[in-house]
């Protein structure tokens, strides 16, 4: 139940999109990343979700090295940029479908987690008819499912209502208290700060600075 980035560096079509950078995680922890638009705060992500490999350094998810032992995280939930589903099926169908895969829950925990999410298990709407905030309450249901032991969420704020960033709210606090290993980025500077143990700050690819909020039991 953690993630470890090891002196990680990335370049793509000759640019440096990722230098050097080490970060860790430990589980019951939530750590952010914070940093302007194009700092690599995605592809940071991408990188530890084995989406991308690293052309130096590793990524060692509950200690496993992705793109060694392991191609990808074995227990991650991952929410970056818009959740896709099949658009035809409704909400709960799409659950139903992604948990088949691995056969870890059943639809008791797809119906608790519709409703943690604030969403309706009898809406009978395609997923294509869903708001932007009803695709991202889904998006965050996904990745909470199988309570997984490291969580990637990247914007999840985004298009969330105020109602639904209070659900944000009880949802991360919830997954840390699980004992989840979480990393996420949040342009919500309020919204970030009040909710991390600490905030890792990324600029042109590195990081600049990293700051542990004490007294939220990181030392
Ligand atoms: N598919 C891609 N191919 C090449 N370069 C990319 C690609 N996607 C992103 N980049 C570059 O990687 C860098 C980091 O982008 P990234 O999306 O990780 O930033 P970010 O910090 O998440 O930004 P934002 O706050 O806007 O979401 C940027 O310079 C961007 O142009």
Redesign the pocket.
């Known amino acids: 139940m953690s993630i470890e980035v090891k002196h990680v560096t990335k370049h793509?079509?000759g640019?440096t999109?990722l230098d050097d950078v080490s970060l860790s995680v430990s589980n019951g922890a939530i750590a952010a990343i914070a940093?302007?638009?194009?700092?690599?705060?995605?592809?940071?992500m991408r990188l530890i979700a084995g989406l991308i490999t690293p052309d130096k350094g590793s990524v060692v998810v509950d200690g496993a090295t992705i793109g060694i032992d392991r191609a990808f995280p074995e227990s991650m939930g991952i929410l970056i940029e818009s959740p896709q589903f099949l658009s035809a099926y409704t909400g709960r169908m799409n659950l139903c479908l992604l948990a088949s895969i691995r056969d870890k829950v059943g639809g008791e925990a797809i119906d608790k987690v519709l409703e943690e999410v604030g969403l309706r298990k009898d809406d009978k709407r395609p997923f294509r008819k869903y708001s932007l905030g009803m695709k991202q309450r889904l998006g965050l249901a996904a990745a909470v499912l199988e309570s997984p032991s490291v969580l990637l969420l990247?914007?999840p704020s985004n298009a969330l209502d105020r109602d639904g960033v209070r659900m944000l709210r009880r949802l991360i606090l919830k997954e840390r208290e699980r004992g989840a290993a979480v990393l996420w980025?949040c342009?919500d500077r309020e919204l970030m700060e009040s909710l991390s143990d600490e905030v890792y700050y990324?600029a042109e690819?590195h990081i600049d600075g990293h700051e542990i909020f004490a007294g939220r039991g990181l030392s």
């Open positions: 793509i079509r640019v999109i940093g302007p638009n194009g700092s690599g705060k995605t592809m940071l990247d914007e980025a342009h990324l690819g």
